[in-house]
């Protein structure tokens, strides 16, 4: 693998890294794309720029105006996406790969501590380049080759880069080979390569965001035989509690049966609570009894909850871990939260 790059010095020791090219084999055809977070480790192989003829000749393609192109190293984050992008491919090894894997980020300042990237994004902006951070996204935007990752992360939903994750979204699920994504923004898990390739494999979500990406398709299949030898997200009662009440005081909610129940319109035809690990549709809580009348309703919100990852029974028309909606107490409460969300508005449909 090489590491093509334009870089821009700040000062001494700060900059931005920014077009990045992953070259493997002997094609300079492009692949691939991918969206992160910020650069990482990688750094100069040698700070003179690249001069060999047939190797400008072949970046040409990628250039932007008159920019120097600088060798840089692999760092970690790299060999991850070489690793995605191989069994996207469904090869055994890296070295099976011959292309170019863009690398394109929501901001660009070569970091690999995000918090201090951060903080010198919101000092220093964006590279030299751009009149602004929508311009850079828009021509990132217009650079994209499928199969495109987006691996953003939490980024996805932060106040400073949302937007321009909004944009890639939109941009990357009209392209053919991206229908791995659902159209809907929240309904998406944007696992960073770093923690989705040695880890995420280990969990149901992360298991399931590989094989949409492989299979391109929001609904793959062989995901139940695949996940039954994965072991649970392990999160203790205790903590699933402070994680369920987290979620409640987001919502208007009503004590119901001991839990505390999502308050919906008097009309409403169904009610949601949070209990046990799960987010569990039923019929609405005040005509809730043994003797209920079936709605003939019920059977679309049940394929409508299907749709979107629930399971149902004789108790409820849907259910969902809660588990299943990310790896951190934080990324399954900012989910389950826009889960719910989707669900009053799909709910209010039914009177």
């Known amino acids: 693998m090489k590491v093509y790059t334009h870089f821009f010095k700040i000062n001494e020791t700060e900059g931005f890294r920014w077009r990045t090219l992953l070259q493997f084999g002997n094609s300079w055809d492009c692949i691939g794309s991918i ?71 929501l901001f660009y300042i070569k970091d690999a501590d995000l918090a201090k990237a ?135 909610t009503l004590r119901y049966d001991n839990n505390r129940r999502l308050k919906g319109n008097e009309d409403a035809a169904y009610g949601i609570t949070i209990a046990e690990g799960h987010i569990e549709v039923r019929q609405a809580f005040e005509g809730k009894s043994k003797t209920a009348q079936f709605k003939a309703s019920d059977i679309e919100v049940r394929g409508m909850l299907e749709d979107r990852g629930f399971v149902n029974n004789k108790n409820w028309l849907g259910r969902k871990r809660l588990v299943d909606l990310g790896n951190t107490e934080s990324e399954i409460i900012e989910k389950a939260c826009a889960e719910i969300t989707c669900l009053l508005k799909e709910l209010e449909r039914y009177r």
């Open 118 to 252: 951060r903080q010198k994004a919101e000092k220093y902006g964006i590279p030299p380049l751009f009149n602004d951070a929508i311009q850079m996204t828009q021509y990132d935007i217009e650079h994209l080759v499928a199969p495109v990752y987006l691996g953003f992360g939490n980024l996805a939903y932060s106040k400073e880069y949302g937007e321009r994750a909004k944009l890639i979204f939109d941009a990357a699920i009209k392209l053919e080979g991206c229908n791995y994504l659902s159209s809907n923004f929240h309904e998406n898990c944007y696992y960073h390569p770093q923690w989705l390739i040695p880890f995420g494999k280990k969990y149901r979500n992360g298991l399931l965001t590989l094989l949409r990406y492989k299979q391109d398709t929001f609904h793959p299949t062989d995901i139940d035989s695949a996940s039954l030898s994965l072991s649970r997200n392990a999160i203790n009662s205790h903590r699933m509690k402070i994680i369920e009440s987290a979620i409640l005081d987001r919502f208007f």
């Open 35 to 105: 969206v992160m977070k910020n650069p990482g480790s990688s750094t100069f192989t040698q700070e003179t720029p690249v001069t060999t003829p047939n190797v400008l000749e072949r970046l040409s393609r990628y250039r932007f105006n008159e920019l120097d192109w600088y060798e840089f190293s692999v760092d970690p984050t790299m060999r991850y996406v070489a690793d995605l992008f191989a069994y996207k491919y469904g090869f055994d090894s890296v070295l099976q790969l011959s292309g170019v894997i863009q690398i394109f980020n």
